[in-house]
């Protein structure tokens, strides 16, 4: 079998594995070997698997001879009978920030999901191959990368709500490509960006892993094994992990919490595992977030300590408390301000509410007076005990109150002296009884303690 055959046949056996027969596919074509390479691969099974295809070309207005590069893949689209768009990243709105080829490459798939959607094509193909694998492997164990960075790239993902990436070409290599197009008479454009050794990614292609490869021949393949291993060893922990016996789902901030005891059940390389598939329940992606970050977690973690708020790339938060995990989608609001007044509620009866934390204090007494001095609060800085020099904030430290729930436990206070808290504090005001009453997503209901709930 030529070399010609055998590549085609590898291709079409990967696009039969990702992508359903009868498929419509958005082919990411830049102009560059590997893309124009695709384009004709790709081309060669259509009929066979009954593919729609379309081109995409991505202009990020970044450099000059884009418009060589746009002739080149319409007229090798024309040839093949497939209709090609150009499109322009400047005119989705994308703004530059940041790393220039991380942005490049954001607004490149944002701009392709949307063509893909217009078009009403289910996948957008792109070109990686196993030498990007390569690269982007090295370049993730460099920033000390988990299990998941390991994995690589993936060949297929989800782009939104209707369309996947598929990589068809993630297990053939570029010489291979660039064979093929020499061997069939077919011009690819050179990126002059592909030798700009600015780019760690350049470095790493042109020093390191030709070293590795006089080292180890086939280092590529290599390295890409190790990313098919990696992402299935990531998948089975992932469906592990997810389990609902590791986490809670908590009130406060719509969050989840794992328990100190998960931890330390779970042998100490898999804690951060445990700390991002929590942080992938409220935050629905783990984009930016490495393992730089949650080292001061892991820290806490292994020594039963307290600390936070860790801030992490996007909104999300972390708080660790006595080996606990906290995991916040967004930042917490600060301490809610404002109180709760008195309110009649029949006879020797008053409900006093304070909605910002879903707590009602319903009060007995046959005095007014000993009433209508009183309010329903957050706590504030000094606060005591009535009667007593004993501060607030000693005694939820004492009872264990997570940090991240101080600023939400409610108080009856007069003034800076507090008369009543729900399960800490019993009412310490002669002739004045107080029971409370909390709404369902009240805070406080995350702590298992009696209560009365209203809806």
Known sequence: ????????????RALSDLARPGA???????????????????????????????????????????????????????????????????????????????????????????????????????????????????????????????????????????????RPLLSVTRAEIRGFLEREGIAWAEDPSNDDRRFARVRVRKEVLPVLESIQPGIGARLGAIADEARGVSRFLEEYLSDGKFFDDIRLGSGVKVDSHVFERLPSSVWLRVVRVALKRVRGDLRRVERAHLAPVRELISTAGSGGPIALP?????????????????????????????????????????????????????????????????????DKLLGSGTKLKDLLGERRVPRPYRDFVPVLALGDEIVACPSLVKCRREGVEVSWVFDDEAPLLDFDFPRITRS
Request: glycine share 14%; aromatic share 4%; no cysteine.
């Open 24 to 166: 419509g596919i958005l082919l990411a074509v830049s102009g560059g070997a590997d893309s124009i390479g695709m384009l004709h691969l790709v081309h060669w099974h259509a009929s066979e698997l009954g593919l729609a295809l379309a081109v995409g070309f991505v202009d990020h207005g970044l450099r000059e001879g884009v418009d060589d590069e746009w002739a080149l893949v319409s007229s090798a689209a024309e040839r093949l009978d497939v209709s090609a768009t150009r499109l322009d990243v400047r005119a989705a709105g994308a703004e530059q920030g940041g790393s220039l080829q991380q942005w490049a490459r954001d607004a490149r798939y944002r701009e392709l999901e949307a063509a893909a959607s217009r078009m009403g094509l289910g996948f957008v193909a792109t070109a990686h191959t196993v030498d990007d694998q390569a690269e982007t492997l090295l370049l993730r164990l460099a920033r000390g990368t988990g299990i998941d960075g390991l994995g690589g790239i993936p060949p297929v993902r989800e782009l939104g709500d209707s369309v996947r990436v598929i």
């Open 1 to 12: 079998m030529s070399e010609t055959e055998t590549l085609v046949r590898h291709v079409g």
């Open 314 to 382: 996007g909104d999300a938060e972390i708080h660790v408390y006595r080996g606990a995990l906290y995991a916040f989608p967004e930042r917490l609001p600060g301490r809610p301000t404002g109180a709760g007044q008195p309110v009649a509620a029949g006879s020797g009866k008053w409900s006093v509410r304070f909605a910002a934390l879903g707590a009602i204090a319903e009060i007995r007494s046959g005095a007014r007076e000993l009433v209508e001095d009183l309010e329903v609060r957050a706590r504030l800085p000094g």
